[in-house]
């Protein structure tokens, strides 16, 4: 167990719906981060919140939203779902959002959502 | 621009043979960290090691080495006496000095036969 909690695991809806994923980072932990994995894209990047405020953002649709709350736990919005959007997503934590390069992120077991 | 690339697809080895899992970055920094993680069949990533730009020195953890050399841009990683357990999708990924994002390469998937 790493520490990082998702919710829901699996996640199995239709095109043009939306959905949230729920993530709770490692106690401690900061900083939190939002991945994409599919088969086409590999593992890409969305967006980095540190103590509620976005520190980064990457390849992130406008129809996807992020937040991190003052407990700390995040929440990715999916909306107008896409078959194309059938993916692993995971949420990775650390310590602190130094945009150092140093940090080792420590990811949660994912939430895989199909959109059918 | 930043890139890392994994050019082993799969790779299937059997139990107690040592496999290397190869990784070829690109950046324009000087100061940038490399990293590899294993995503075994239950699909969570696990760390492995951190290495930075400036440390070049190999690094020896069990079964696991890794080999840096800034000359040929390349984070290589060996499995010594690989077993069963080790089957699994190997990243290899890069982050710069002035991000915490992380870059991944496309994986390896080690296959180890009993």
Known sequence: ?116 | AQKVTQAQTEISVVEKEDVTLDCVYETRDTTYYLFWYKQPPSGELVFLIRRNSFDEQNEISGRYSWNFQKSTSSFNFTITASQVVDSAVYFCALSEADTDKLIFGTGTRLQVFP
């Not at chain 1, 991945?35 to 980064?56: H, K, T, V």
């Not at chain 1, 700390?72 to 390069?101: I, K, M, P, R």
Request: proline share 3%; net charge negative; glycine share 10%.
């Open chain 1, 1 to 116: 167990d790493s520490g990082v909690t998702q919710t829901p695991k699996h996640l199995i809806t239709a095109t043009g719906q939306r959905v949230t994923l729920r993530c709770s980072p490692r106690s401690g932990d900061l900083s939190v981060y939002w991945y994409q994995q599919s088969l086409d894209q590999g593992l890409q990047f969305l967006i980095q919140y540190y103590n509620g405020e976005e520190r980064a953002k990457g390849n992130i649709l406008e129809r996807f939203s992020a937040q991190q709350f003052p407990d700390l736990h995040s929440e990715l919005n999916l909306s107008s779902l896409e078959l194309g959007d059938s993916a692993l997503y995971f949420c990775a934590s650390s310590v602190d959002g130094s945009h150092s390069g140093a940090n080792v992120l420590t990811f949660g077991a994912g939430s895989r959502l199909t959109v059918l």
